[in-house]
């Protein structure tokens, strides 16, 4: 069986038009985007004949088994129940939405319309979170317990959709390799605002923060300290997650592209005060053996590695007539902790409790 694709918005969206094209289960891709000149860039480097001008367009062409939106932010949730409600599957960009009515929404259109969503998270196919997986199921870090994550990032000069935009609405990267480690929900949040945005930021969102620090209680007892911010930070780009067990660690590199670093525990030596701890530099290599070999060599790009597992993920769940991995109510498990985040933060710090959205 091989299904038909149409990618909508070619910004980031670009990268991910290749890699359909070179699965062995999808028969046409076809692009989208509101600006046409883009468009015709876009399908004209990559030999493609199937344009739309609009998503609208789009779904009112007969055929055509699947969507995957990358949109901006503030149209996933509406364009995800346009695509749904059109029969279609779905993979969106993150976040899933940026409120708890829409996800409540997106979760009872989807299993209404019995049609696969994924949220495309990139944090849990990368490199490092395979590599943090296979550290924790081969025992090396023992038992769990504690995390961090960090996604720091400078929006000035993005397009203007993203002034004011809370950090905390797109906590999914710096959080969700937690929660898929963790297999767990977060229960409630506290969260800080820092740096009042400058009125020159505070753009449609209304005002709000620079940086946003949170504390995420895991159902289980763990904890997870989270900081998010896109404004009046001055360092340099880090987006990543830091495991903590109590045999061993894997930690985020304080600068992108630097290397791992990997802890193991010895044993208490007689006499010893503390635990000795073995420290070594680690540069995963994900994992390429879980693809199809054409899809391998798209490994080597952005965001860890993990576009090729995403596309192959989201196509084969549909070809194998399954819930894809990062399915609607896991999309919200790990979307909504954010949403709640951002509103404690409004309250100066007060405790939010996160819906439970059932993951199994
Ligand atoms: N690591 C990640 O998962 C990751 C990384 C980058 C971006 N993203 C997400 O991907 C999405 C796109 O990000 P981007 O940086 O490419 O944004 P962008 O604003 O640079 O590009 C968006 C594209 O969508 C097009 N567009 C806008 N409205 C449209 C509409 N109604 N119909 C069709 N096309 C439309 C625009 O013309 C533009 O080409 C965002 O949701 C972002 O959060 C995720």
Redesign the pocket.
């Known amino acids: 069986m091989s299904i038909d694709v149409i990618v909508?918005?070619?910004?980031?969206?670009a990268d991910f038009v290749p890699i359909y094209q070179a699965h062995e289960s999808v028969g046409r891709v076809a692009v989208?985007?509101?600006?046409p000149a883009?468009t015709a860039a876009v399908a004209d480097r990559l030999g493609i004949a199937d344009r739309f001008d609009?998503?609208e367009e789009a779904l009112a062409a007969p055929g055509w088994d699947a969507v995957h939106?990358?949109?901006?932010?503030a149209?996933?949730a509406g364009?995800v129940q346009q695509v749904l409600k059109s029969g279609r599957h779905c993979a969106?960009?993150?976040?899933m939405a940026t409120t708890l009515d829409d996800l409540d929404q997106l979760i009872a259109t989807q299993e209404g319309a019995g049609r696969n969503y994924m949220m495309?998270?990139?944090?849990v196919y990368s490199r490092e979170y395979f590599h943090a997986r296979s550290l924790l199921d081969s025992g090396r870090l023992g038992r769990l317990a504690y995390f961090r994550g960090e996604h720091l990032q400078n929006l000035d000069g993005?397009?203007p959709?993203w002034l004011g935009y809370p950090p905390m609405h797109?906590v999914t990267?710096a959080l969700s390799p937690a929660l898929a480690l963790a297999g767990s929900r977060v229960e409630s949040v506290r969260c800080l605002g820092s740096s009042p945005l400058t009125p020159d930021r505070i753009g449609v969102a209304g005002p709000g923060y620079g940086t946003e620090a949170a504390l995420f209680q895991l159902a289980g007892e763990l904890v997870a300290n989270v900081t998010m911010s896109f404004f009046q930070l001055g360092r340099s780009y880090l987006?990543g997650f830091s495991v903590y067990g109590d045999e061993g660690a894997l930690e985020w590199p304080q600068l992108e592209g630097g290397p791992m670093k990997e802890f193991a525990m010895r044993p208490l030596e007689p006499g010893r005060r503390g635990r000795a701890v073995d420290e070594r530099d680690v540069r995963p290599d994900g994992a390429p053996e879980l693809l199809p070999v054409s899809l391998r060599p798209f490994t080597a790009g952005?965001?860890g590695g993990?576009h090729p597992h995403l596309v192959h993920e989201f196509v084969s769940s549909i070809v194998e007539e399954r819930r894809p991995r990062v399915d609607a109510r896991t999309a919200a498990t790990w979307t909504a902790p954010g949403i709640c985040a951002h509103q404690s933060a409004l309250q100066g710090g007060a405790e939010v409790l996160v819906p439970d959205y059932g993951i199994s």
């Open positions: 909508v918005g070619l910004g980031f969206g989208v985007d509101s600006d883009r609009s998503l939106l990358l949109t901006p932010v149209l996933h364009q969106s960009a993150v976040p495309m998270e990139t944090a993005f397009p959709y797109y990267h987006e952005g965001h993990s």
